[in-house]
C-alpha cells in the first residue's frame, strides 16, 4: 500500500467514495475501469449503493460516504440522493441541484448564455398544448419566423425535453426539401431521411436553430474536473446516418485537440453546471465552435489513456476534499501499470547528450519546436520516355480539353484506369530482351512501357496511392479536320513522366511514432506523468505542420499519434491534428540556380586529377570549397559503376523468372487484392513475401530492375565517357533500402556498393546545398526563409504570453479586473459575431502559415484560470510547433543556424552553435530519415521581465537512423534488421553545458534570414482538410507590431 493510504488507515480508515447511480451504469466498463484504478492506490474503499437500496431503502439507511458519485438516468430518484446528500453533506463529484437543468433545453440553453459560452443562432417556441396556436410563429415554404426573427432553411428542430432525442433538420425546396430526423444510435442508424415531409411539428415547444454545417464531423468533449477535457470526433449523423463501426463493432470515434477558447468553454461549462464529470456537444463551423447539448455524467468509452487520467484527475479532487494534507504526486509508475510490460518498440530511439535533464529551480519550459524529417520511405522514382502512340496522344487530348499545346496531369484513379488500358494494348507481346532484329531503342521503349504498366498495376487500385503521371506535348503537326473543313494541329510526339515510390514504409511508421514517444517522455520535464499531463490539463498549445508530401504528412501523424499516445489509424490523426504548409516546408524553387551551382562545382572538383582542396589554408577543415568529398572520389566513381552493373544484372534474372511466370498466365491475370498500407505505409512486414523471395512492401522484381537498370543507365554515360553525380544520392538511397529491406535476396555485391555509395554520398549531398560556408548560408536562407520566419514568431508569440502571465502574477488587483471584465468581452465577441456573419462564412477554416488562431490576440484570457489549476505552476502554458519536412529543409535550416555569423551585417558575432557542435557536425554528414532540429525555450522568473536573461533557448539535434545495424549484424543490430526498422539517435547538444543563449541573441541572429512577420500573406481558402482554424486580421497586425526591427536595417536578409 502507498504511503498516503497507510497514513489514512491511522487516521481512522481510507476515504469512502459512495458510487450511488443505477446498476447499469455502475457495472459499465468505463465506470469499472476509472474505479478500479481508483482501488489500485490504495487510498480509497468504493461502496456501490445498488438498485435496491437506492430504490427501496430510505436515505437513513443508505451507506455513510466521505465523497459521492451521484448521477440521473432513467429510472433514478433522483430527490431521494438529494435528501441523502443534505443528510451526509458527502463531497459531491456532480451536483445534484443543478441536474435538473438538463432536462429541460431551455434552461440548458439559457444557462450556456448567462455564462458566455457560445451557442448556435436559435429561438423558442412555447406551447401549453398540443397544436396550440402560437402569433408569434410563421411557417412559410423554405423559413420559420419566431417573434420576427427568420430561420431559413436548412434549420434544426429540437424538442424542450432533454430526454426527447428526436431531432428534425428540415431542408429547403431548392435541395429538394424533405426533412431528416435524427434519435439515438438503433443498430447501425442514427438517422432518417423522410422527402415527402416539409411541415414543422406542432405537438409540443420546440427550439428553432440555424443548421451550422460541421464538415461531416461532430465533436464530444468530455471533462473531468474544471481542469481536464478530453475530445473524440465521430461521423456526424446529418450524412447519412449511417453510424461507421470497426471491426469489434464498436463506433469509430478518434481524439481531437481542443484550441484554447474550446477548452475555456470546457470549463465554463463544468462550472456552469456544476458537474465535474461532464460530457457536451461541440459544433466547429466555420472558424468558430458552439455548444449545442449538455449531457451530464458522461465517460469516454474503450480509452485507456483517458481511464488513467480520470482515475487520476478525481483521486486529486477527493484527496482535496477529505485530505489535503496528503501528497497529490502522482507516482511515476501507476500502480495498475506496475506489473505491464514495457512496449516492444521501446528503444527504437537512442538516449542522446542533447537534453539536459537537469536546470534551474526557478527555470519552466515554455516553448518546444522541432522540425523534422519524415521516416524511412521506399526508393522515389521516375520513368521518362517520349511517346508517339495515337492512343496516349488521344488519352492527352482527352484529359487537357482538347488544347494540342497543353501538358496533362494524370492523378484519378479514373484517369489512370485509362492510361493502363491503353498502355497493356501498346505493350508488345513478345517479352523485352528476345528480339534479335528489334532496334535497341524499340527494347528500350517497350521496357519503360512495361514498367508504366506495372506501376500502374501495383495494389491492384489507385485509391491513395502515391502516383502521378505528366504527358508534355513536344512535336505538332497539321492534320485535315474530320469535317473535312480546314486543317488542325494535333500533337505527335510527348514526354511522358511517370512519378512513383517514395511511401511511408511500415519502418518509416514505426520510427515516427516511437520517436513521438520519446519526445512525449523527455521533452517535457518535471511534469510527473510527462507530456499528457500537460495536453489534458489544458496547458499545452499543440500544432503540426506538414509539406504536401504524402510521406512526410504520415509521418507527422505516427509521430502525433505516440507523442500524444493516441490509438487506432493514422488516417484520422492525420484529418484532424495535421496541417498542410507546402509554402513553408515543401519546395527548392527560391534556391535552384544557386542549387545548379554548386551541383556543376562538385562534379569540377570530382574530375580534377589532381588533389582537390587546393583553395589555400583555411581555419577550419569545415571552411574549404568541397569539404567531406572523398579526394578519391574520381577512382570510386568508375568502382560504384561496376557494382551497379553487378547488381542490375542480378536483379534482372529475378526479373526475367518473374516474367516467365506472368507469361504463362493470362495478360489480363486477376490482379493481386488491394492493400490500402501500401499507400498510406505498412503496418508491419509481409512475412509471406519475404518468406516467398520476393521483395519487401509491393514492388515487384519487374519494378525493382527498372530501378537499377535506370540508376545503371543514368549514372554512367559510356557513349559520352562521362559520370552524373547528381545520381550518387540516389545510387545511395536504393542501396541503404535493399540493404535494409531486401536483404534476403542476397544480393551480391550490395554491401560492397553500399560502403562506396555512402562515401561519395557523404561528400556529395551536404555539398549540393552549397560549396562552403557562404554558399550553404545564401541557400539554406532561401530554402528555409519562411520557416525561419515562423519560429521567431513561435518564439516571440511564447515570450509575449509569459510576460502576460508575470503580469498577472504580479498584480491581484490586474488579475481580478481581468477575470471581471472577461464575460464582457465574450458577450461583446459574440455581439459582433452576427455583425460578422457574411465575412465569417467567406473566410472558411484554415490553418496555414501563422498560428491563425481565431482571436489569437485575446487568447491570454482564455487560458486556464489559475486559481482553478491546482497545479505546482498553475500559470504554465507549453507551447509545442512540430514541422515535418524533407531532407533539404533540415540541411537548409541546420546550415544557416551554424553560419549565421558569417553575415555581413553579423560580422563579429559568435556562431550560435558551439565550436564542439560544429566539428562534430562536419563530420555527421548524413541528416538521415527522422533527424531533427528541436529548440526548447526557458523562462527564468527569478529575473525581471526586462532581462534579456529571462528567456534562454536550447538547440538540440539528432542526425536521424542509425545506420549501424546494416553496418554491424550482431545481436541488437540483428534483432533490429531483422524487423527492417534502424533506431533513432538521441539528441545532440549544439551548445556547450552551461552556456547561455538568450532569445535576444538568438534573434539578433537568425532574423537577416527569415521572412518578416508583415510578409507572411493572409491565409487562403484551404486545399481539403487544412485545420479548423481561421485567422484574425487583429493577429497579423499584431505580429507586425510585436516585429522589433527596422526593415531596411540589412539589406542582406534575402541572401
Given at each position: 500500500m502507498m504511503e498516503g493510504g497507510e497514513a489514512l488507515e491511522v487516521a481512522g480508515g481510507k476515504i469512502k467514495i459512495g458510487v450511488c447511480v443505477m446498476e447499469k451504469k455502475a457495472c459499465s466498463a468505463p465506470m469499472k475501469q476509472i474505479l478500479d484504478r481508483l482501488q489500485a492506490f490504495g487510498e480509497f474503499e468504493i461502496i456501490c449503493f445498488g438498485d435496491q437500496v437506492i430504490l427501496e431503502e430510505p436515505v437513513e439507511n443508505w451507506p455513510i460516504c466521505d465523497c459521492l458519485i451521484a448521477f440521473y438516468s432513467s429510472g433514478y430518484p433522483i430527490q431521494k440522493a438529494e435528501e441523502y446528500a443534505a443528510l451526509r453533506t458527502p463531497f459531491l463529484v456532480n451536483e445534484l441541484e443543478q441536474q435538473h437543468l438538463l432536462h429541460d433545453r431551455r434552461k440548458v440553453y439559457e444557462r450556456l448564455e448567462?455564462?458566455?459560452?457560445?451557442?448556435?443562432?436559435?429561438?423558442?417556441?412555447?406551447?401549453?398544448?398540443?397544436?396550440?396556436?402560437?402569433?408569434?410563429?410563421?411557417?412559410?415554404?423554405?423559413?420559420?419566423?419566431?417573434?420576427?426573427?427568420?430561420?431559413?432553411?436548412?434549420?434544426?428542430?429540437?424538442?424542450?425535453?432533454?430526454?426527447?432525442?428526436?431531432?428534425?433538420?428540415?431542408?429547403?425546396?431548392?435541395?429538394?426539401?424533405?426533412?431528416?430526423?435524427?434519435?439515438?444510435k438503433i443498430g447501425n442508424r442514427s438517422s432518417e431521411f423522410h422527402p415527402e415531409v416539409r411541415r414543422v411539428r406542432r405537438e409540443g415547444s420546440y427550439i428553432y436553430e440555424e443548421f451550422m454545417p460541421t464538415g461531416g464531423t461532430d465533436v464530444k468533449v468530455y471533462t473531468v474536473g474544471p481542469e481536464y477535457a478530453h475530445a473524440e470526433a465521430r461521423k456526424s449523423p446529418v450524412v447519412d446516418g449511417v453510424v461507421m463501426r470497426n471491426t469489434d463493432g464498436k463506433e469509430v470515434r478518434y481524439p481531437v485537440l481542443l484550441t484554447p477558447t474550446e477548452k475555456q468553454m470546457a470549463r465554463d461549462v463544468c462550472i456552469a453546471f456544476r458537474q465535474a464529470v461532464c460530457g457536451f456537444d461541440l459544433l466547429r463551423c466555420e472558424g468558430r465552435s458552439y455548444v449545442c447539448d449538455v449531457n451530464g455524467w458522461s465517460f469516454v468509452k474503450n480509452s485507456h489513456k483517458y481511464y488513467d487520467d480520470a482515475a487520476c484527475v478525481l483521486r486529486k479532487m477527493f484527496l482535496e476534499a477529505k485530505a489535503p494534507h496528503l501528497s497529490l504526486t502522482i507516482p511515476p509508475i501507476l500502480p495498475w501499470k506496475v506489473n505491464e510490460p514495457v512496449q516492444p518498440s521501446e528503444g527504437l530511439t537512442r538516449q542522446g547528450s542533447g537534453i539536459i535533464g537537469?536546470?534551474?529551480?526557478?527555470?519552466?519550459?515554455?516553448?518546444?519546436?522541432?522540425?523534422?524529417?519524415?521516416?524511412?520511405?521506399?526508393?522515389?522514382?521516375?520513368?521518362?520516355?517520349?511517346?508517339?502512340?495515337?492512343?496516349?496522344?488521344?488519352?492527352?487530348?482527352?484529359?487537357?480539353?482538347?488544347?494540342?499545346?497543353?501538358?496533362?496531369?494524370?492523378?484519378?484513379?479514373?484517369?489512370?484506369?485509362?492510361?493502363?488500358?491503353?498502355?497493356?494494348?501498346?505493350?508488345?507481346?513478345?517479352?523485352?530482351?528476345?528480339?534479335?532484329?528489334?532496334?535497341?531503342?524499340?527494347?528500350?521503349?517497350?521496357?519503360?512501357?512495361?514498367?508504366?504498366?506495372?506501376?500502374?498495376?501495383?495494389?491492384?487500385?489507385?485509391?491513395?496511392?502515391?502516383?502521378?503521371?505528366?504527358?508534355?506535348?513536344?512535336?505538332?503537326?497539321?492534320?485535315?479536320?474530320?469535317?473535312?473543313?480546314?486543317?488542325?494541329?494535333?500533337?505527335?510526339?510527348?514526354?511522358?513522366?511517370?512519378?512513383?515510390?517514395?511511401v511511408l514504409t511500415h519502418a518509416g511508421r514505426k520510427q515516427a511514432e516511437e520517436l513521438g514517444r520519446y519526445f512525449r517522455n523527455n521533452m517535457y520535464p518535471g511534469e510527473g506523468t510527462g507530456l499528457l499531463r500537460l495536453h489534458s490539463t489544458y496547458r499545452h498549445d499543440l500544432k503540426i505542420y506538414s509539406s504536401d508530401e504524402g510521406r512526410v504528412q504520415m509521418s507527422a501523424a505516427a509521430f502525433a499519434k505516440g507523442l500524444l499516445d493516441l490509438e487506432g489509424q493514422l488516417t484520422p490523426?492525420?484529418?484532424?491534428?495535421?496541417?498542410?504548409?507546402?509554402?513553408?516546408?515543401?519546395?527548392?524553387?527560391?534556391?535552384?540556380?544557386?542549387?545548379?551551382?554548386?551541383?556543376?562545382?562538385?562534379?569540377?572538383?570530382?574530375?580534377?586529377?589532381?588533389?582537390?582542396h587546393h583553395n589555400g589554408h583555411a581555419e577550419f577543415p569545415w571552411m574549404i570549397d568541397g569539404a567531406g568529398l572523398p579526394p578519391d572520389a574520381n577512382k570510386l566513381l568508375p568502382r560504384m559503376a561496376r557494382l551497379t552493373k553487378t547488381i542490375t544484372e542480378q536483379v534482372k534474372l529475378l526479373a526475367e523468372d518473374e516474367d516467365e511466370k506472368l507469361a504463362m498466365t493470362s495478360s489480363y491475370a486477376v490482379l493481386p487484392p488491394y492493400d490500402q498500407a501500401r499507400a498510406l505505409g505498412k503496418t508491419n512486414i509481409d512475412m509471406a513475401r519475404i518468406a516467398a523471395g520476393l521483395p519487401c512492401g509491393s514492388e515487384s522484381f519487374l519494378l525493382m530492375f527498372a530501378r537499377w537498370k535506370k540508376l545503371e543507365r543514368d549514372l554512367y554515360n559510356e557513349r559520352k565517357d562521362r559520370f552524373d553525380i547528381t545520381q550518387i544520392p540516389d545510387v545511395y538511397d536504393s542501396c541503404k533500402y535493399d540493404l535494409l529491406h531486401n536483404s534476403h535476396l542476397n544480393l551480391?555485391?550490395?554491401?560492397?556498393?553500399?560502403?562506396?555509395?555512402?562515401?561519395?554520398?557523404?561528400?556529395?549531398?551536404?555539398?549540393?546545398?552549397?560549396?562552403?560556408?557562404?554558399?550553404?548560408?545564401?541557400?539554406?536562407?532561401?530554402?528555409?526563409?519562411?520557416?525561419?520566419?515562423?519560429?521567431?514568431?513561435?518564439?516571440?508569440?511564447?515570450?509575449?504570453?509569459?510576460?502576460?502571465?508575470?503580469?498577472?502574477?504580479?498584480?491581484?488587483?490586474?488579475?481580478?479586473?481581468?477575470?471581471?471584465?472577461?464575460?464582457?468581452?465574450?458577450?461583446?465577441?459574440?455581439?459582433?459575431?452576427?455583425?460578422?456573419?457574411?465575412?465569417?462564412?467567406?473566410?472558411?477554416?484554415?490553418?496555414?502559415?501563422?498560428?491563425?488562431?481565431?482571436?489569437?490576440?485575446?487568447?491570454?484570457?482564455?487560458?486556464?484560470?489559475?486559481?482553478?489549476?491546482?497545479?505546482?505552476?498553475?500559470?504554465?502554458?507549453?507551447?509545442?510547433?512540430?514541422?515535418f519536412t524533407s531532407e533539404s529543409h533540415i540541411h537548409s535550416l541546420m546550415n544557416v543556424l551554424r553560419y549565421c555569423n558569417l553575415d555581413e551585417s553579423l560580422q563579429g558575432e559568435e556562431s550560435l552553435i558551439c565550436h564542439n557542435a560544429l566539428e562534430r557536425l562536419s563530420r555527421t554528414r548524413e541528416l538521415d530519415y527522422m533527424s531533427y532540429i528541436v529548440l526548447r525555450m526557458f523562462e527564468n522568473t527569478e529575473v525581471s521581465v526586462e532581462d534579456p536573461k529571462r528567456y534562454r533557448i536550447e538547440m538540440t539535434f539528432s542526425r536521424g537512423a542509425d545506420l549501424s545495424p546494416l553496418e554491424n549484424n550482431e545481436g541488437e543490430a540483428a534483432s533490429l534488421h531483422q524487423e527492417h526498422t534502424l533506431p533513432i539517435m538521441g539528441p545532440e547538444r549544439l551548445q556547450e553545458a552551461g552556456s547561455y543563449l538568450t532569445l535576444e541573441k538568438m534573434e539578433m541572429m537568425i532574423r537577416p534570414f527569415a521572412m518578416p512577420a508583415e510578409d507572411f500573406p493572409p491565409p487562403a481558402t484551404p486545399q481539403g482538410f487544412s485545420g479548423y482554424f481561421s485567422k484574425s486580421a487583429g493577429m497579423l497586425e499584431r505580429l507586425v507590431n510585436l516585429w522589433p526591427f527596422n526593415k531596411h536595417a540589412s539589406g542582406n536578409r534575402n541572401t
Amino acid at each position: 500500500m502507498m504511503e498516503g493510504g497507510e497514513a489514512l488507515e491511522v487516521a481512522g480508515g481510507k476515504i469512502k467514495i459512495g458510487v450511488c447511480v443505477m446498476e447499469k451504469k455502475a457495472c459499465s466498463a468505463p465506470m469499472k475501469q476509472i474505479l478500479d484504478r481508483l482501488q489500485a492506490f490504495g487510498e480509497f474503499e468504493i461502496i456501490c449503493f445498488g438498485d435496491q437500496v437506492i430504490l427501496e431503502e430510505p436515505v437513513e439507511n443508505w451507506p455513510i460516504c466521505d465523497c459521492l458519485i451521484a448521477f440521473y438516468s432513467s429510472g433514478y430518484p433522483i430527490q431521494k440522493a438529494e435528501e441523502y446528500a443534505a443528510l451526509r453533506t458527502p463531497f459531491l463529484v456532480n451536483e445534484l441541484e443543478q441536474q435538473h437543468l438538463l432536462h429541460d433545453r431551455r434552461k440548458v440553453y439559457e444557462r450556456l448564455e448567462m455564462f458566455g459560452i457560445p451557442i448556435p443562432n436559435y429561438a423558442l417556441v412555447n406551447r401549453e398544448a398540443p397544436y396550440q396556436h402560437v402569433d408569434y410563429f410563421i411557417e412559410q415554404e423554405d423559413y420559420v419566423e419566431v417573434h420576427g426573427k427568420r430561420f431559413w432553411k436548412p434549420f434544426v428542430e429540437k424538442p424542450i425535453d432533454g430526454d426527447d432525442h428526436s431531432i428534425m433538420i428540415y431542408y429547403p425546396s431548392s435541395a429538394g426539401g424533405g426533412m431528416k430526423e435524427l434519435f439515438r444510435k438503433i443498430g447501425n442508424r442514427s438517422s432518417e431521411f423522410h422527402p415527402e415531409v416539409r411541415r414543422v411539428r406542432r405537438e409540443g415547444s420546440y427550439i428553432y436553430e440555424e443548421f451550422m454545417p460541421t464538415g461531416g464531423t461532430d465533436v464530444k468533449v468530455y471533462t473531468v474536473g474544471p481542469e481536464y477535457a478530453h475530445a473524440e470526433a465521430r461521423k456526424s449523423p446529418v450524412v447519412d446516418g449511417v453510424v461507421m463501426r470497426n471491426t469489434d463493432g464498436k463506433e469509430v470515434r478518434y481524439p481531437v485537440l481542443l484550441t484554447p477558447t474550446e477548452k475555456q468553454m470546457a470549463r465554463d461549462v463544468c462550472i456552469a453546471f456544476r458537474q465535474a464529470v461532464c460530457g457536451f456537444d461541440l459544433l466547429r463551423c466555420e472558424g468558430r465552435s458552439y455548444v449545442c447539448d449538455v449531457n451530464g455524467w458522461s465517460f469516454v468509452k474503450n480509452s485507456h489513456k483517458y481511464y488513467d487520467d480520470a482515475a487520476c484527475v478525481l483521486r486529486k479532487m477527493f484527496l482535496e476534499a477529505k485530505a489535503p494534507h496528503l501528497s497529490l504526486t502522482i507516482p511515476p509508475i501507476l500502480p495498475w501499470k506496475v506489473n505491464e510490460p514495457v512496449q516492444p518498440s521501446e528503444g527504437l530511439t537512442r538516449q542522446g547528450s542533447g537534453i539536459i535533464g537537469t536546470f534551474g529551480q526557478s527555470e519552466e519550459l515554455q516553448c518546444v519546436i522541432a522540425i523534422i524529417r519524415h521516416g524511412d520511405r521506399t526508393p522515389k522514382q521516375k520513368v521518362k520516355l517520349k511517346v508517339t502512340e495515337e492512343k496516349l496522344l488521344n488519352l492527352m487530348l482527352k484529359y487537357n480539353g482538347g488544347r494540342p499545346r497543353a501538358e496533362t496531369k494524370l492523378k484519378s484513379a479514373v484517369q489512370l484506369q485509362d492510361l493502363l488500358d491503353a498502355t497493356r494494348i501498346l505493350i508488345p507481346r513478345t517479352r523485352s530482351g528476345r528480339e534479335s532484329d528489334s532496334d535497341a531503342e524499340d527494347i528500350e521503349h517497350a521496357e519503360k512501357l512495361r514498367q508504366v504498366k506495372a506501376v500502374l498495376e501495383e495494389g491492384g487500385r489507385f485509391s491513395g496511392i502515391y502516383r502521378k503521371v505528366q504527358l508534355k506535348p513536344l512535336k505538332w503537326a497539321k492534320v485535315p479536320r474530320h469535317n473535312g473543313d480546314g486543317e488542325e494541329e494535333r500533337p505527335i510526339e510527348a514526354l511522358m513522366v511517370l512519378k512513383y515510390g517514395g511511401v511511408l514504409t511500415h519502418a518509416g511508421r514505426k520510427q515516427a511514432e516511437e520517436l513521438g514517444r520519446y519526445f512525449r517522455n523527455n521533452m517535457y520535464p518535471g511534469e510527473g506523468t510527462g507530456l499528457l499531463r500537460l495536453h489534458s490539463t489544458y496547458r499545452h498549445d499543440l500544432k503540426i505542420y506538414s509539406s504536401d508530401e504524402g510521406r512526410v504528412q504520415m509521418s507527422a501523424a505516427a509521430f502525433a499519434k505516440g507523442l500524444l499516445d493516441l490509438e487506432g489509424q493514422l488516417t484520422p490523426i492525420l484529418v484532424s491534428l495535421v496541417s498542410k504548409d507546402s509554402s513553408m516546408l515543401d519546395g527548392l524553387e527560391d534556391a535552384s540556380i544557386e542549387m545548379e551551382e554548386a551541383k556543376a562545382r562538385i562534379h569540377d572538383i570530382i574530375s580534377e586529377t589532381k588533389s582537390m582542396h587546393h583553395n589555400g589554408h583555411a581555419e577550419f577543415p569545415w571552411m574549404i570549397d568541397g569539404a567531406g568529398l572523398p579526394p578519391d572520389a574520381n577512382k570510386l566513381l568508375p568502382r560504384m559503376a561496376r557494382l551497379t552493373k553487378t547488381i542490375t544484372e542480378q536483379v534482372k534474372l529475378l526479373a526475367e523468372d518473374e516474367d516467365e511466370k506472368l507469361a504463362m498466365t493470362s495478360s489480363y491475370a486477376v490482379l493481386p487484392p488491394y492493400d490500402q498500407a501500401r499507400a498510406l505505409g505498412k503496418t508491419n512486414i509481409d512475412m509471406a513475401r519475404i518468406a516467398a523471395g520476393l521483395p519487401c512492401g509491393s514492388e515487384s522484381f519487374l519494378l525493382m530492375f527498372a530501378r537499377w537498370k535506370k540508376l545503371e543507365r543514368d549514372l554512367y554515360n559510356e557513349r559520352k565517357d562521362r559520370f552524373d553525380i547528381t545520381q550518387i544520392p540516389d545510387v545511395y538511397d536504393s542501396c541503404k533500402y535493399d540493404l535494409l529491406h531486401n536483404s534476403h535476396l542476397n544480393l551480391e555485391g550490395l554491401d560492397e556498393l553500399f560502403k562506396v555509395a555512402q562515401v561519395l554520398a557523404d561528400g556529395v549531398i551536404p555539398n549540393e546545398y552549397g560549396i562552403n560556408p557562404n554558399q550553404k548560408l545564401k541557400i539554406g536562407s532561401k530554402i528555409a526563409r519562411r520557416l525561419l520566419g515562423k519560429i521567431l514568431i513561435d518564439l516571440r508569440n511564447t515570450r509575449e504570453e509569459a510576460i502576460s502571465v508575470a503580469e498577472l502574477k504580479s498584480s491581484p488587483d490586474q488579475r481580478s479586473s481581468q477575470t471581471k471584465i472577461r464575460k464582457e468581452d465574450i458577450d461583446n465577441q459574440s455581439r459582433t459575431q452576427t455583425k460578422n456573419e457574411d465575412t465569417r462564412r467567406c473566410s472558411f477554416t484554415s490553418e496555414k502559415s501563422l498560428d491563425q488562431e481565431d482571436d489569437e490576440d485575446k487568447e491570454i484570457k482564455y487560458r486556464l484560470d489559475p486559481k482553478y489549476a491546482n497545479v505546482k505552476t498553475p500559470e504554465r502554458h507549453v507551447r509545442t510547433r512540430l514541422y515535418f519536412t524533407s531532407e533539404s529543409h533540415i540541411h537548409s535550416l541546420m546550415n544557416v543556424l551554424r553560419y549565421c555569423n558569417l553575415d555581413e551585417s553579423l560580422q563579429g558575432e559568435e556562431s550560435l552553435i558551439c565550436h564542439n557542435a560544429l566539428e562534430r557536425l562536419s563530420r555527421t554528414r548524413e541528416l538521415d530519415y527522422m533527424s531533427y532540429i528541436v529548440l526548447r525555450m526557458f523562462e527564468n522568473t527569478e529575473v525581471s521581465v526586462e532581462d534579456p536573461k529571462r528567456y534562454r533557448i536550447e538547440m538540440t539535434f539528432s542526425r536521424g537512423a542509425d545506420l549501424s545495424p546494416l553496418e554491424n549484424n550482431e545481436g541488437e543490430a540483428a534483432s533490429l534488421h531483422q524487423e527492417h526498422t534502424l533506431p533513432i539517435m538521441g539528441p545532440e547538444r549544439l551548445q556547450e553545458a552551461g552556456s547561455y543563449l538568450t532569445l535576444e541573441k538568438m534573434e539578433m541572429m537568425i532574423r537577416p534570414f527569415a521572412m518578416p512577420a508583415e510578409d507572411f500573406p493572409p491565409p487562403a481558402t484551404p486545399q481539403g482538410f487544412s485545420g479548423y482554424f481561421s485567422k484574425s486580421a487583429g493577429m497579423l497586425e499584431r505580429l507586425v507590431n510585436l516585429w522589433p526591427f527596422n526593415k531596411h536595417a540589412s539589406g542582406n536578409r534575402n541572401t
